[in-house]
């Protein structure tokens, strides 16, 4: 709960151990407070902190859970005089933060990452040292006799530049996640400069909508330049589906959660005129600038020229084994990033619920680098990997696993 950006926390009820056992077999009963106190410290005419405390006096019994109850809830707010100053009423949150065992914790886990990527960063740098400088050696001597005798990545030079299916899906996911990486580096670098902090959950949920508008500038001309290089039409259904590839299924799922939050009362559902303004920056802001990237991208296009010619003909691909699917391996490609940044992406979606505040940026950043890095690694090392059992397609089989 929150009030003036000021974060609220409660005890709603409580649990009581018996010494016997319940007719359900439960040895637990619950009770729900039904009254609930705000201590609420002032200076002049600003509120300073709140302290919300339910009564274990006032309390009724919700152990039956057949049972249909009636609750009658009460309020009292207490105000309090204090010395603190408008400006530091956020220090208590940010000093609990930097001072307790959970900063510790952030420290371990950002060092864990660290070792993480250091240790993949030296496995890859030695395989490709081993395995693709000798390739690359053989290759560029002109012995034809042995390049004959080479197996692997050599053979489907002529097949990994084909064009890949799908062309329009393709480039409008490419330019969907640079719009996004875009949009979540600024982000960062508005909290940097201390114009976004994360008491003021409204100011960020505007950011958020403000600069993925402006962000698809990045997005229209990502999608129409890299369309244009492979296809000089088509170039106008990339960028519409770059439009909608992310907000489509934002937009279903918020609405989902939007008309739940409404139906059952709760203070998180959005109001409809708030709905009405993300409508509108998005029809007026976002796809106008969207459309204008995309002609300046078709505008200054170039055409791609591959080191070698397409083969006519696709080669054809050897039988691989289950592991080597694209199922199995953006399982593997998503699990090492995943558990260098699990605390923090914990930190993350608990800030998202409201129930915590995160309030080091800086590891949160650092964090965010090192899982780009480490996606980016494994994406390179599992494309050699697949391209050396003579498998080239690896146009769509790279970007699942980014």
Request: glycine content about 6%.
């Given at each position: 709960?929150?009030?003036?950006?000021?974060?609220?926390?409660?005890?709603?009820?409580?649990?009581?151990?018996?010494?016997?056992?319940?007719?359900?077999?439960?040895?637990?009963?619950?009770?729900?407070?039904?009254?609930v106190?705000?201590?609420?410290?002032?200076?002049?005419?600003?509120?300073?902190?709140?302290n919300?405390?339910?009564?274990?006096?006032?309390?009724?019994?919700?152990?039956?859970d057949?049972?249909?109850?009636?609750?009658?809830?009460?309020y009292s707010?207490s105000?309090?005089?204090t010395?603190?100053?408008?400006q530091?009423?956020m220090?208590?949150?940010?000093?609990?933060?930097?001072?307790?065992?959970?900063?510790?914790?952030?420290?371990?886990?950002?060092?864990?990452?660290?070792?993480?990527?250091?240790?993949l960063?030296g496995?890859l740098?030695?395989?490709?040292?081993?395995?693709l400088?000798?390739?690359?050696?053989?290759?560029?001597?002109?012995?034809?006799?042995?390049?004959?005798?080479?197996?692997?990545?050599?053979?489907?030079?002529?097949?990994v530049?084909?064009?890949?299916?799908?062309?329009?899906?393709?480039?409008?996911?490419?330019?969907t996640?640079a719009?996004?990486?875009?949009?979540?580096?600024?982000?960062?670098?508005?909290?940097?400069?201390?114009?976004?902090?994360?008491?003021?959950?409204?100011?960020?949920?505007?950011?958020c909508?403000?600069?993925y508008?402006?962000?698809?500038?990045?997005?229209?001309?990502?999608?129409?330049?890299?369309?244009?290089?492979?296809?000089?039409?088509?170039?106008?259904?990339?960028?519409?589906?770059?439009?909608?590839?992310?907000?489509?299924?934002?937009?279903?799922?918020?609405?989902?959660?939007?008309?739940?939050?409404?139906?059952?009362?709760?203070?998180?559902?959005?109001?409809?005129?708030?709905?009405?303004?993300?409508?509108?920056?998005?029809?007026?802001?976002?796809?106008?600038?969207?459309?204008?990237?995309?002609?300046?991208?078709?505008?200054?296009?170039?055409?791609?020229?591959?080191?070698?010619?397409?083969?006519?003909?696709?080669?054809?691909?050897?039988?691989l084994g289950?592991?080597?699917?694209?199922?199995?391996q953006m399982l593997?490609?998503?699990?090492?990033?995943?558990?260098?940044?699990?605390?923090?992406?914990h930190s993350l979606?608990?800030?998202f619920?409201?129930?915590?505040?995160t309030?080091?940026?800086?590891?949160?950043?650092?964090?965010?680098?090192?899982l780009?890095?480490?996606?980016?690694i494994?994406?390179?090392?599992?494309?050699?990997?697949?391209?050396?059992?003579?498998?080239?397609?690896?146009?769509?089989?790279?970007?699942?696993?980014l």
């Amino acid at each position: 709960m929150y009030y003036d950006d000021l974060p609220l926390w409660g005890f709603i009820g409580k649990t009581e151990e018996q010494s016997w056992v319940l007719e359900d077999g439960n040895k637990l009963k619950f009770y729900l407070f039904k009254h609930v106190n705000f201590d609420v410290l002032y200076n002049g005419d600003q509120v300073i902190e709140i302290n919300a405390l339910g009564d274990p006096n006032d309390a009724v019994d919700i152990t039956d859970d057949a049972a249909e109850l009636d609750v009658d809830f009460t309020y009292s707010v207490s105000w309090y005089e204090t010395s603190t100053v408008y400006q530091n009423r956020m220090a208590r949150y940010t000093r609990a933060s930097l001072l307790s065992v959970h900063k510790k914790i952030h420290w371990f886990s950002f060092v864990n990452s660290a070792v993480i990527l250091l240790l993949l960063m030296g496995l890859l740098i030695a395989f490709f040292f081993r395995r693709l400088r000798n390739d690359l050696r053989m290759s560029s001597s002109g012995d034809d006799e042995g390049e004959d005798k080479e197996v692997g990545w050599k053979y489907v030079h002529g097949d990994v530049f084909r064009h890949p299916q799908n062309m329009s899906l393709f480039c409008a996911f490419l330019a969907t996640g640079a719009q996004l990486l875009t949009m979540a580096f600024l982000l960062f670098v508005l909290a940097f400069v201390g114009t976004l902090y994360p008491y003021n959950r409204g100011a960020l949920c505007t950011a958020c909508v403000m600069v993925y508008a402006l962000t698809s500038v990045v997005g229209g001309y990502i999608s129409a330049s890299f369309h244009s290089q492979f296809e000089a039409t088509g170039w106008g259904k990339t960028v519409f589906l770059t439009g909608i590839l992310y907000l489509g299924p934002f937009f279903i799922t918020m609405s989902i959660l939007n008309t739940v939050a409404v139906s059952y009362g709760a203070t998180a559902g959005l109001p409809f005129g708030t709905i009405m303004v993300v409508l509108l920056i998005c029809v007026f802001l976002a796809f106008p600038l969207l459309i204008l990237s995309g002609i300046i991208g078709y505008t200054f296009r170039s055409e791609f020229q591959p080191p070698s010619a397409p083969k006519r003909h696709p080669r054809e691909i050897p039988k691989l084994g289950w592991y080597r699917k694209t199922l199995p391996q953006m399982l593997l490609a998503g699990l090492l990033p995943s558990s260098a940044v699990a605390l923090e992406l914990h930190s993350l979606y608990t800030t998202f619920w409201g129930y915590k505040i995160t309030t080091l940026p800086a590891i949160l950043f650092v964090s965010f680098v090192i899982l780009c890095l480490l996606t980016a690694i494994l994406s390179i090392g599992m494309t050699y990997i697949q391209l050396s059992v003579e498998d080239h397609q690896w146009w769509w089989r790279y970007v699942l696993l980014l």
